[in-house]
C-alpha cells in the first residue's frame, strides 16, 4: 500500500519523538512491502515563530490531503504570553475542527512491566487496568461561543457548552461500537444532575443503548468517576464522554499506570482519517537533551496503522516489538527502573526498529 502521511513535530520533544516513530514506520514499510510519503508540516510554537500563526491554510490544506496525520507536541513557556488567538493549542483545536475529528481514543494500559509506576496499591491495581476513554472531541465547551465583556464596571466573561443531538449520537456510536470489540462494557460519564447538555447526553445515550442491547450500559457522574478511578480503575472498560470531561478525566487515567510517556491517543472522523499522538505534553525541560520516552509516538503510529490504514498485522508488529523492548529491560528516564537498561529517546527507538 501507498498512503502519504502529514507529520506534525511541533514544539520541545515533539521532532525528536516523531522522528524515532519515522524509523519504526520505516523498517514496517520496508518489512511489509508498503510506502508511505510524509509531508512535513508545521503546527504550533514553530509556525509561530516561522510564521507569525499557529499553523498557515498552506499547511491545515496538507494535513486535509494526507491520508493521516501524525503528531508530536505543540507549546511551550516560550509562547505562553501569545494572545488567545496565535497561541500553540489553537492549531490543534484548527485541526481537529477541519478535519472533523470528533471522536478521540485515549487507551489506558498497564503495561506488566512496568506496574511497579502506578501510584495505586497493587491492591487496587488488582488484575491491571485497560481502559480507554472515547472522548468527544469538536464540541461543547471548547467550540461553543465565548465572551469577555465589561458589565457594571467589571469584566464578565462567559464560556458556552453547547451539545447537538446528533453530536451526541455519532460519539455514542463509536463508544458502542468500540465496546462491542472489547468487553462490551460501557459507562457514559455526564453531569446530567445539572447540565442540560448532561440530560440531552444521557437521553440520546439511552436511545443508542437501546439499538446496542448486547452491550451492558451504564451512567455515570463526572464527579464519581474521578472518584472510582482511583479508587477501584478495574470496574472500567470504556467511558465515553463529553470534550472537557474527557480532557479531564483522560489525564487522571493516564497517570493510573504512573508513564504517560507511554500513552498513544488516536482521533478519527467519520471518514478514514485519523490525527495520532502521544497524549503527553511538549516537555521543554528535556527538548533536545536525548531524554524523551519516545514510545507514546510509537504506539500512536502502531493505531495509525490500525485504524487509518487497516494494517492490523503491522499494528501488532509494532506493539510487540515495544512489549519486547520492556520484557528486555529496556527504559527510558521517565520509566527507569532498578536493575533496567536506561537508553535515550534515539536508542529507544533503535531497539523497536531492532525487534521488528
Ligand atoms: C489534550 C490537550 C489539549 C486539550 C490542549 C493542548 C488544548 O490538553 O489534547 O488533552 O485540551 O484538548
Ligand atoms: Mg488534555
Same mark, same amino acid.
Given at each position: ?12 520533544? &515533539? ?123 469538536? &464540541?461543547?465547551?471548547?467550540? &461553543? ?212
Amino acid at each position: 500500500m501507498e498512503k502519504t502521511i502529514a507529520v506534525l513535530r511541533g514544539d520541545g520533544i &515533539g521532532p525528536e519523538i516523531v522522528g524515532e516513530a519515522l524509523k519504526v514506520l520505516d523498517k514496517v514499510a520496508e518489512k511489509f512491502g508498503h510506502t508511505f510519503h510524509y509531508n512535513n508540516v508545521d503546527i504550533g510554537g514553530c509556525s509561530i515563530d516561522k510564521y507569525g500563526v499557529p499553523i498557515t491554510d498552506e499547511n491545515m490544506a496538507v494535513c486535509k490531503n494526507a491520508d493521516s496525520v501524525l503528531l508530536g507536541a505543540v507549546g511551550g513557556p516560550k509562547w505562553d504570553s501569545c494572545p488567545a488567538n496565535i497561541r500553540p493549542e489553537k492549531a490543534l483545536l484548527a485541526v481537529r475542527k477541519e478535519l472533523g475529528l470528533f471522536a478521540n481514543l485515549r487507551p489506558t494500559k498497564l503495561f506488566p512491566q512496568l506496574a511497579s509506576a502506578s501510584p495505586l496499591k497493587p491492591e487496587v491495581v488488582g488484575n491491571g487496568i485497560d481502559l480507554l476513554i472515547v472522548r468527544e472531541l469538536t &464540541g461543547g465547551i471548547y467550540f &461553543g461561543p465565548r465572551t469577555t465583556e465589561e458589565v457594571n464596571g467589571e469584566k464578565v466573561a462567559t464560556d458556552t457548552m453547547p451539545y447537538s443531538e446528533h453530536e451526541i449520537e455519532r460519539i455514542g456510536r463509536v463508544a458502542f461500537e468500540t465496546a462491542r470489540k472489547r468487553n462490551k462494557k460501557l459507562a457514559s460519564v455526564d453531569k446530567a444532575n445539572v447540565l442540560d447538555t448532561s440530560r440531552l447526553w444521557r437521553a440520546t445515550m439511552h436511545k443508542l443503548a437501546e439499538e446496542y442491547s448486547d452491550v451492558e450500559y451504564s451512567d455515570i457522574l463526572v464527579d464519581n468517576t474521578a472518584m472510582q478511578l482511583i479508587k477501584n480503575p478495574g470496574q472500567f472498560d470504556v467511558l465515553v464522554t463529553e470534550n472537557m470531561f474527557g480532557d479531564i478525566l483522560s489525564d487522571e487515567a493516564s497517570m493510573l499506570t504512573g508513564s504517560i510517556g507511554m500513552m498513544p491517543s488516536a482521533s478519527l472522523s467519520s471518514g478514514t482519517c485519523g490525527m495520532y499522538e502521544p497524549i503527553h505534553g511538549s516537555a521543554p525541560d528535556i527538548a533536545g537533551q536525548d531524554k524523551a520516552n519516545p514510545l507514546g509516538t510509537i504506539l500512536s503510529a502502531a493505531m495509525m496503522l490500525r485504524y487509518s490504514f487497516g494494517m492490523a498485522q503491522e499494528a501488532d508488529a509494532i506493539e510487540n516489538a515495544v512489549q519486547q523492548v520492556l520484557n528486555e529491560g529496556y527504559r527510558t528516564g521517565d520509566i527507569m527502573q532498578p536493575g533496567c537498561t536506561l537508553l535515550g529517546c534515539v536508542a529507544m527507538g533503535d531497539q523497536v526498529v531492532a525487534h521488528l
